[in-house]
């Protein structure tokens, strides 16, 4: 009978063993901070699990660790330590080769922000390579010994901080591509040849004044307005689409090709373009004087900007003019030069629809970009603002008009109903309210206010008080921070918020942006369906959609971050000069600030700060100084020097003056 017991037991302990195993060793992805702790998300147990500097076992941020629990008390933090690095999140990084002659090691330091660990280079593989040079470098291992991994260079971008260097690194960076396969580029030559064998379908167009209106640098054009009068009181506008689709075919390596890239990307001084260049820039371009396969919304409108007729389909025409937006603004300014009547009648139209947009509650953010001119090296020599102009605004409020018309089209059947069709919409949910909350609390200082019941009102009300004053840029950086971020999706249960319209798509730019190749597909579906092809799932289009809207913000975070380096590079030649500045935000251990000269954010350490010791008010939205109580809140003015300006780090670093 003992004997039996004392088995029981012991099968008793080694099951509560196991199970207590079970309980103490999680899995979960590691986010290393700054100052080299460590946080793992633990799903299952529903846990953010503290790890102790020490304690990382050489994770580097985004593993996939498992980790053992060492503290499991109710009411203290949980501290665990890595015992298994089970995936690693990446081996490739890029960073700056720095070579000391008396190493036995060169040393690639990786200065992206999330990223904290530098690489060493054994010296027998560093031949051929100089200091300085911006390199991809593959972790080979990571020896118990050593503080750092060991790895190989395996491409060289050029010198650090140079233009083209920074330019294909940060592509590597994001895993943007920038470079056509032979395969690719040889179809899309023969399309060269390709003829056109629909003419007879489309709509024939090529005999009403059309024009396009662009940039003055543009390669491509993929929209272009044609308008004539039909009585005294009616116009026909057209706002024609480059017919993109009827070149790439759904399923080709030019198809597949577009997909992955989801959009072209443009950097300050290059472009990266989701087709190739003869396509892009040529077969589906709409140039003018040559007959070009285009995509249309036909509006018949009269003198009110009251729509009558609506038509969508496949057409031909011819532009007989390319204008810049500087040319346009001038007829429109002087009312005369080429098609002055008809530009000028167009332009009276956008206002009409401008002004029925916010009446219906859209939020009217005409935001004034920030503008690099580059010299012949292509160093920034010159960094002004730009305010979008009247020839802008007439085109963006055409193209809305386009991609809210289609989007209705497909969505309503003809008494007004949904008609459940399968589309792709651009969605844009409501803002965040704590967002909303520090954009007040800045702007306050500043003698703005925003009155958070009648938010959209408010915020337009703040857009026009603020134009023209030195911190127009900043508050509208504030105001688009604070917005939701729009998505492609198939299910349009919230429409478009910062619109206001309940349908909305992107149509418009098939040569830049995938998800209008996408919507082009699905009209014309819907336009010519003779029953004898069939839809995809819808799962198959949401699945688009997701990665649309994934290689998007991709994009639009690359083309910040290059925008950013640029700005640090120009600003770097007024270091030790004063400027002003607003207080934008607060950490444990730093202030940020917007330079209102140059529209860009610096940084101030706490420590730094002379004639007190500040810590940040447990608001977030102030620090106060522990000797003098002194405070200072979102948006309060300060004067600041500019000590450094890393561009690997594309940090500025200020020097705080007021006291």
Not at 105 to 127: A, D, E
Not at 156 to 178: A, P
Not at 535 to 562: G, P, T
Request: net charge positive; proline share 2%; hydrophobic share 35%.
């Amino acid at each position: 009978m003992s004997f039996y017991l004392e088995k029981k037991k012991k099968k008793y302990s080694i099951e509560k063993k196991n199970q207590y195993k079970n309980l103490v060793t999680f899995t979960g992805l590691i986010t290393i901070t700054n100052y080299g702790y460590a946080f793992v998300n633990v799903e299952e147990f529903q846990k953010v699990i503290f790890i102790p500097k020490k304690k990382t076992n050489r994770a580097i941020e985004g593993d996939l660790v498992r980790i053992k629990i060492k503290n499991k008390k109710l009411g203290k933090k949980m501290e665990g330590e890595v015992i298994k690095i089970i995936k690693r999140n990446r081996e490739n990084f890029i960073g700056v080769l720095k070579i000391k002659y008396n190493s036995k090691y060169g040393l690639v330091i990786v200065y992206k922000k999330t990223i904290h660990v530098n690489i060493y280079i054994p010296k027998k593989k560093l031949k051929g390579y100089h200091p300085n040079e911006k390199v991809l470098v593959r972790i080979i291992t990571w020896p118990k010994n050593l503080k750092n991994p060991l790895g190989e260079i395996i491409k060289v971008f050029g010198q650090s901080g140079e233009y083209i260097t920074e330019v294909y690194s940060l592509l590597e960076e994001y895993g943007l591509s920038y470079e056509f396969s032979k395969e690719v580029e040889k179809e899309a030559k023969k399309i060269v040849f390709k003829k056109n064998l629909d003419n007879n379908l489309r709509r024939d167009m090529r005999n009403i004044n059309t024009f396009t209106i662009d940039p003055f640098d543009a390669k491509d054009f993929d929209d272009a307005l044609s308008i004539r009068k039909l009585n005294s009181n009616t116009w026909e506008i057209g706002i024609h689409i480059a017919d993109v689709t009827y070149y790439i075919k759904e399923g080709s390596l030019l198809d597949k090709e577009a997909y992955t890239r989801a959009n072209s990307i443009y950097f300050i001084g290059k472009s990266i373009p989701m087709l190739p260049k003869i396509l892009s820039n040529d077969i589906c371009s709409l140039h003018p004087e040559k007959d070009k396969l285009s995509f249309s919304s036909i509006f018949n409108v009269d003198s009110k900007g009251k729509i009558l007729k609506s038509w969508f389909g496949k057409t031909i025409i011819r532009s007989n003019r390319r204008f810049t937006y500087e040319e346009v603004q001038k007829i429109i300014e002087k009312k005369r030069g080429d098609f002055h009547k008809d530009l000028y009648t167009l332009f009276t139209f956008s206002k009409i629809f401008t002004k029925n947009r916010l009446k219906n509650g859209s939020i009217y953010l005409d935001k004034v970009e920030i503008k690099i001119h580059l010299d012949e090296k292509k160093n920034p020599s010159k960094l002004y603002l730009e305010k979008n102009n009247e020839a802008h605004r007439l085109i963006e409020e055409f193209m809305l008009l386009a991609n809210r018309k289609i989007s209705e089209f497909v969505s309503l059947n003809l008494n007004g109903y949904p008609s459940n069709k399968t589309y792709i919409y651009r969605i844009h949910d409501k803002p965040d309210f704590q967002k909303i909350f520090i954009l007040k609390k800045i702007i306050e200082p500043l003698g703005y206010s925003l009155d958070l019941k009648n938010l959209k009102k408010s915020l337009n009300s703040l857009l026009k008080n603020i134009q023209g004053k030195s911190e127009q840029n900043m508050i509208e950086n504030l105001i688009l921070r604070s917005m939701s971020k729009a998505k492609y999706s198939t299910n349009n249960i919230i429409g478009h918020y910062g619109l206001s319209f309940i349908y909305y798509s992107h149509f418009t730019s098939p040569i830049r942006r995938y998800s209008d190749i996408i919507a082009h597909r699905l009209l014309n579906y819907y336009l010519t369906n003779n029953n004898q092809s069939k839809l995809k799932s819808i799962d198959f289009y949401e699945k688009q959609a997701v990665h649309c809207s994934y290689k998007e913000r991709l994009s639009i975070d690359a083309e910040r971050e290059f925008s950013k380096y640029l700005q640090v590079k120009y600003i770097k030649k007024f270091l030790g000069k004063e400027f002003d500045g607003i207080i934008t935000g607060f950490t444990d251990w730093s202030v940020f600030i917007d330079l209102l000269s140059f529209q860009t954010e610096g940084m101030v350490r706490l420590r730094d700060i002379g004639g007190d010791i500040y810590t940040l008010n447990s608001n977030n939205y102030s620090i106060i100084g522990k000797k003098k109580r002194k405070i200072y809140h979102l948006g309060d003015k300060v004067k600041v020097k500019l000590l450094d300006a890393n561009i690997e780090k594309k940090q500025i670093i200020l020097e705080w003056l007021d006291t």
